[in-house]
Structure formats: C-alpha cells, structure tokens
C-alpha cells in the first residue's frame, strides 16, 4: 500500500495525509477528518497544533510528487507500460491491446478514459489519465495482481501536469495530432511539443512507434531512433488493402515484405490505423504476426466508440467523436458504407474550448445529409452561447437546434429510412450530462434500445 494519501476520506490507519492546497479546496482544512481516520503523520505548508507529527513544506503538491516518484516508481520498473498518446484514436487502441494481451495468456492492465481494468476489477476514473497518486495507486494494483503488461492512454495534461512522473514505458505509441485543447496548450506547436515530450519516459530499449501518415510522426522519428511506423506507403507496417462492412474490415497489410490477411470486429477506416496501433505495439513488445491475428476475432471496440445497433432499415451508430477531426473522420467513414442518409446528432461541451466549435458546426453540416445540433454536456456555460458558437461555422441549412438531447436521438430515429445511418455524436461511453455542476444520467445506447422497444 502506498502510505501516501491527498484525501481525508480516503485515509487508512498508518498513512500519511498531504494537504495540499487546490483551485478550489484546501486540504488544510481537512487535517482534523484525516487524523480521526487513522492518520499518522501529516505534510503540510503551515505549523498545525495537532496530536500527530507534522512536517512543514513550502510547497506540499511539489514535496508529495517528488516524495512519491523517490520512494515508489523503482517497484514499477519489471511492470511493461506502454503509453499510447494522440489527439484521436486513444481509447480504442489501448483498449485493443488490453483486450489483446489477455486473450493471448498475458495478463494486462488497462487505463484510461474508460476508467482502470485489472482481470475483473473496474474503477471508474475521473480523468484519462488520472493525477499522479492514482497512477501509481492503479500500478501497484496491477503489480500485486500480477500483471505483466499495463497498456495507458497519455493525455497531453497527463504530461503537462507530470501525471506520468518517474514511471519508464517499454513501448510508446503516437496516433496522430489534430487541433485539440487549445484552451489549455494556445498553440498547436505547444500542443505538438507537449506529445513529443513522451520520448523522454522511454526506457533505453524501449521502441516508440508512430503513425507515418501524420506529419508529426517525423518529429518523433528526428528525436528517437529506435522508431516503428504504421500507415500508408513505406512503413514497418504498411497498410496495402482494406474493404470497410457495416459490421467487419477485411484488411490486407506487411510486415518485414511479408504480406498478412485479416478480419476485425472493427468498422470504419480509422479503426484500421487503430487495429494497427495495436498490432504493432504486440509485435514490438515479441508477440508473433500469426498469434495476433489468431486473436483478433476476440477484440472489440470499447463501448461508444463506432457502437452500430440497428433501427427500422437502417442504423444507429454511437461515437465518442468530439474533436473536428474525429466527426470529419467518423462522418465521412460512414457516408462511403451507406447509400442512404447520414443524419448526424452533435453539441459541444462547455467550459472547454471554443475554438473548435464552429469547425465541428461546419463539418457536421457539410459532410452530412442533415445535422440536429443538442447539448453536449454544457456544464456551467449558457447552452445558447455553446450553440451561437457552433452555428458560426454552419453555411447550410440542412440543420434543426434541440437542445434536449434525449428528444434529439428520438428525433433522429424517427428521421430513419431504408439505408440511413444516424450518427449519435459526442457522448460515446457516458452515461451522463453535465448541466451546471450536476451530472444527470442520460446514456445514447440506452435512448436507442428504448426507441427500438416502442417499436
């Protein structure tokens, strides 16, 4: 057990409670309520008259994560991290991968946006990769469950904030880039630098491996030397042929000039660089090509990302699509599988970047046959604001406004003719909205399963 805790409640008898001071909480305050819990030593910026020893810091956050990384990250160095970064393509990747391990005998870890998994353990979490205690919580976890393999996505803040601090990764994987919180980096470049500072937790062999179809890719390979590249044209594993089905890929590709077939559960063109992502990471860390694909029939796509139910004669597909990129590529991956309609429901979140929310408005409408624009957890921003931002961007009329966004998928559905497929945008794996500061439950799938159960 890790001695260290940063939350009161959390406290177990022995350990050691930091209070440390936040945007809008002091821990300082909570001191009394850690000690009742069985605290036996405090860490804190300020002398405090209580009935355990205390030891005054400057700086408690700083203290802690250096006081964490010294004592803890050596127990993590036989653990296999891999840390997969990229603006899209993340979350399906490592979960692949996790899936992928554990199908083949190796028992894994995942975590990430769609929480920490460790054989039947599920925790939720509330970042995609969550502050530094909780990383080191959840690899300790996986340590004494006896995993051999932890796969995490990285998230720019993850870096940024040292989320990732003191850990070394056996493998590394870069998806692409594509604009992105800028609310929090302001540039693209500083974006870009921020994923290129993954390199430096590499152990000395470790293998960075890299989409060559993103020009960011050839920053990674000028600062790295032992890169691997997936993708089109000449690359370590080279994409040759794909045919995209409802429902399945076939997908032709090479490794080492030898040429390789095979069927995924995955739909749609970037769940080919996806399949890859994972396959390249298993072949570099010593799994064979054939073993791989022996599996592959057993992996699927994590809940919200390309989900396809069907509705009346056509399809209802859910996907966590949020940044310009990924609605132009999920819009546009669909609309070459159907010759029927693509209806798109779609928002933006509030209280996070608003650069790209006319972008995401003009996208929508313009790839798309119609577009109902909804809330997509407002959060403490005026949902009109969020919808006069998005509209900026719209240069066509094929649109309606709902704000409710359960009448909106209703209204989708009923929308649905012979060959349609409505996009349900956004959300992907929530199960959620988030109005002011209260998370109301609202889950797409479940929209979905009501409307086909009325019928």
């Known amino acids: 057990m890790i001695k260290y805790e940063t939350n009161s409640k959390n406290i177990k008898p022995g350990q050691t409670f930091v209070a440390i001071k936040g945007y809008t909480v002091d821990g300082h305050d909570y001191i009394d309520s850690a ?18 020893p205390v030891t005054v810091v400057e700086n408690s956050a700083k203290y802690f994560q ?36 554990n199908a083949i005998g190796k028992k894994a870890a995942y975590i990430g946006t769609i929480g920490f998994m460790c054989g039947d353990y599920y925790e939720p979490l509330a970042n995609t990769c969550p502050e530094i205690l909780t990383v080191y919580k959840l690899l300790d976890y996986a340590l004494k469950n006896n995993c051999e393999y932890v796969v995490m996505e990285i998230s720019s803040h993850a870096i940024e904030l040292n989320r990732i601090d003191g850990l070394k990764f056996s493998a590394c994987l870069f998806t692409n880039l ?86 995924t559960n995955l739909t749609s063109k970037f769940n080919v660089y996806n399949y890859l ?16 694909i022996n599996n592959t029939k057993k992996i699927y796509a994590p809940k919200g990302r390309c989900e396809t139910y069907k509705v009346k004669d056509g399809f209802a597909v859910i996907d966590y699509a949020h940044t310009p990129d990924a609605v132009l590529k999920v819009i546009t991956a669909y609309k070459e599988l159907t010759k029927g309609k693509i209806i798109t429901v779609i928002g933006c979140g509030g209280d996070r970047d608003p650069i790209k929310r006319p972008i995401m408005g003009e996208i929508a409408s313009t790839y798309s046959d119609y577009v109902i624009f ?48 409505v996009l349900l945008l956004g959300k992907g794996h929530e199960d959620y909205q988030i109005i002011g500061h209260n998370k109301i439950h609202l889950d797409d799938s479940e929209e979905i399963a009501k409307y086909n159960k009325k019928r």
């Open 35 to 52: 000690i009742k819990n069985g605290a036996s030593e405090i860490i804190a910026e300020k002398n405090i008259d209580v009935s355990v």
């Open 66 to 101: 250096e006081k964490l990384v010294k004592e803890y990250s050596d127990n993590f160095k036989n653990l296999k991290i891999i840390g997969i970064t990229g603006t899209n393509g993340k979350t399906t990747s490592a979960y692949l991968a996790y899936q992928m391990f």
């Open 178 to 263: 594509t604009e992105d919180h800028l609310d929090f980096h302001k540039t693209m470049e500083n974006y870009m630098n921020c994923k290129l500072k993954l390199i430096n937790y590499l152990k000395d062999d470790g293998v960075m491996i890299v989409n060559h179809d993103d020009k960011v890719s050839e920053k990674f390979q000028e600062r790295f030397k032992n890169c691997k590249t997936f993708g089109t044209g000449k690359c370590d594993y080279e994409i040759k042929k794909y045919d995209i089905y409802p429902d399945h890929t076939d997908l032709d590709f090479l490794v080492n000039g030898n040429e390789y077939h095979v069927t």
């Open 277 to 292: 992502t994972m396959f390249s990471m298993l072949h570099e860390l010593g799994i064979s090509c054939k073993e791989i």
């Open 374 to 421: 909804t809330d997509d957890n407002p959060r403490t921003e005026d949902h009109k604001k969020i919808m006069d931002d998005i509209l900026t961007g719209v240069k066509t009329n094929n649109y309606e406004i709902c704000f409710d966004r359960k009448e909106a998928i209703k209204k989708a559905l009923d929308l649905i003719n012979k060959n349609d497929i």
